[in-house]
């Protein structure tokens, strides 16, 4: 039976790229190998044994923790159902989601009406449904040494590229021109929130006709 070793499952509304203002219910899962120097879930990198606890301390953590707990699909329908969850979206995110098949997660969700949707370096191949929206935010020259798939750029739905200097920008149109991505919507979003990352992202965007995104919630102050 398929396990997902999720660090967080909770209810909220989606604050970053075109599904901005969205109820949904994030899933966080644990892992990932990446090590962006930026990266604001550092505790879901590793996974370490030691750090798997019984679902009910997982889903009662107050802060952000390495632990996770292995669910089941049946389990997690369950989980979302006894908590009275309204939103009809799930975003499935990481840490690095895709370091595992999310297909039959997204199947078994769509089955049920809702829409899904993962968000991805673009690192790992991405194994999830059809009608999925992937999100790919990718995460080039990073200390993990990975790189950029061109199948994971060529999934894209959107491409949501994180920025804080003209290098960035520049690497971003790199990528697009080496993978000869065309038509598929770019969003950029500034880094921590920072003025001068959010002036650049937002003269880089209406010089290229991309589009901000802002991570909302982080201005709303919530999950
Ligand atoms: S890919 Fe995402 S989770 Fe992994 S290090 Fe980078 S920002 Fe963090």
């Given at each position: 039976m398929t396990q997902y070793k999720i660090n967080e499952l909770f209810e909220t509304i989606?604050?970053?790229?075109?599904?901005?203002g969205q109820p949904s219910i994030f899933i966080r899962l644990q892992g990932c190998p990446?090590?962006?120097?930026?990266?604001?879930?550092?505790?879901?990198w590793e996974i370490e044994l030691k750090d798997e606890v019984a679902k009910e301390v997982m889903l009662a953590k107050s802060q952000e923790t390495s632990q996770w707990a292995n669910f089941s699909i049946e389990q997690i329908l369950a989980l979302i159902s006894e908590r009275g969850y309204q939103a009809k979206h799930i975003v499935i995110t990481g840490?690095?989601?895709?370091?595992?098949?999310l297909t039959p997660l997204c199947q078994a969700f769509e089955t049920l009406g809702y829409s899904t949707q993962i968000e991805t370096s673009g690192t790992f191949e991405i194994k999830a449904s059809k009608n999925c929206w992937v999100t790919v935010s990718p995460k080039i020259n990073?200390?993990?040494?990975y790189p950029i798939l061109n199948s994971a750029m060529l999934r894209a739905n959107e491409i949501k590229h994180p920025v804080a200097t003209e290098q960035h920008v520049n690497d971003l149109k790199k990528l697009l021109s080496v993978h000869k991505i065309v038509n598929t919507p770019i969003y950029l979003q500034p880094i921590s929130q920072k003025p001068r990352a959010t002036e650049l992202a937002i003269t880089t965007c209406i010089a290229n006709n991309w589009r901000l995104s802002v991570q909302v919630h982080k201005y709303l102050g919530i999950e």
């Open positions: 989606q604050g970053e790229g075109a599904f901005t990446v090590e962006c120097s930026w990266c604001d879930t550092k505790h879901t840490g690095e989601p895709c370091m595992v098949d990073m200390r993990g040494g």
